[in-house]
């Protein structure tokens, strides 16, 4: 079974150019999440689709911050424009939420590893 | 706000030594325990988790962990830890309340052969 597919891997750019990220969540999860990682820190949610809806973006900064999953399936997310301190990796995360009280399991891809100059 | 704390930072161990790794969480509602490693240069794996039931649960690798409620804790622990061991390990914990995954700050395993 694949798993989360995520690029670019890394991707280095100066300040106030636009960036983006892509994912493939693992085939009939429904639900996909954004987190950003900063250097020694762990995971930090940016936001959460159940299908093509963002049901949780609180912590995503939306002055410059954007993110889409049209057709519930994979998924984009831009940064425009870049700020220094947007230096991290972003990862990208599945989970099949069948609802209900039952705890789901996310499951990571490799991230992209964000360097802005 | 939820915030899980990892009191571990760096541990550096000897192969064969025994391993506890301490997390601690400040909800208290029920919850979701889950651990994850990341093995140098690779992405974020699940160890195990804890939904319901036995609060002793064990995962790959002959790690286990035990839920203690009244502590609010989620050790991790492996009685003889392997030079493959080297690894980050992150506890993580959901609330039913939020259902949002919060971290740990991690804790970065070194062991020497």
């Known amino acids: 079974e694949a798993g989360v597919v995520q690029s670019p891997r890394y991707k280095i750019i100066e300040k106030k150019q636009p960036v983006a990220f892509w994912c493939n969540p693992i085939?009939?999860?429904?639900?996909l999440y954004w987190y950003r990682q900063n250097l020694g820190q762990g995971p930090e949610l940016l936001i959460r689709?159940?299908?093509?809806?963002?049901?949780?973006d609180s912590q995503l900064p939306k002055d410059r911050f954007s993110a889409e999953r049209l057709k519930g399936v994979d998924s984009t997310l831009k940064i425009q424009p870049a700020e220094l301190g947007d230096s991290a990796v972003y990862l990208c995360?599945?989970?099949?939420?069948?609802?209900?009280?039952?705890?789901?399991?996310?499951?990571f891809g490799p991230g992209t590893r964000l360097t802005v100059l | 706000a939820q915030s899980v704390s990892q009191h571990n930072h760096h541990v550096i161990l000897s192969e064969a030594a025994s391993l506890e790794l301490g997390c601690n969480y400040s909800?208290?509602?029920?919850?979701?325990l889950f651990w994850y490693v990341q093995y140098p240069g690779q992405h974020l794996q699940l160890l195990l988790k804890?939904?319901?039931?036995?609060?002793l649960v064990k995962g790959i690798k002959g790690f286990e962990a035990e839920f203690i409620k009244s502590k609010f804790s989620f050790n991790l622990r492996k009685p003889s830890v392997q030079w493959s061991d080297t690894a980050e390990y992150f506890c993580?914990?959901?609330?039913?309340?939020?259902?949002?995954?919060?971290f740990g700050t991690g804790t970065r395993l070194q062991v020497f052969p």
């Open positions: 995360a599945s989970s099949l939420d069948l609802g209900g009280l039952a705890g789901t399991e996310q499951f």
């Open positions: 804890y939904f319901s039931g036995d609060p």
């Open positions: 085939s009939g999860h429904n639900t």
């Open positions: 689709y159940e299908n093509e809806e963002a049901v949780d």
């Open positions: 909800y208290g509602g029920t919850v979701n």
């Open positions: 993580a914990v959901k609330s039913y309340n939020t259902d949002k995954l919060i």
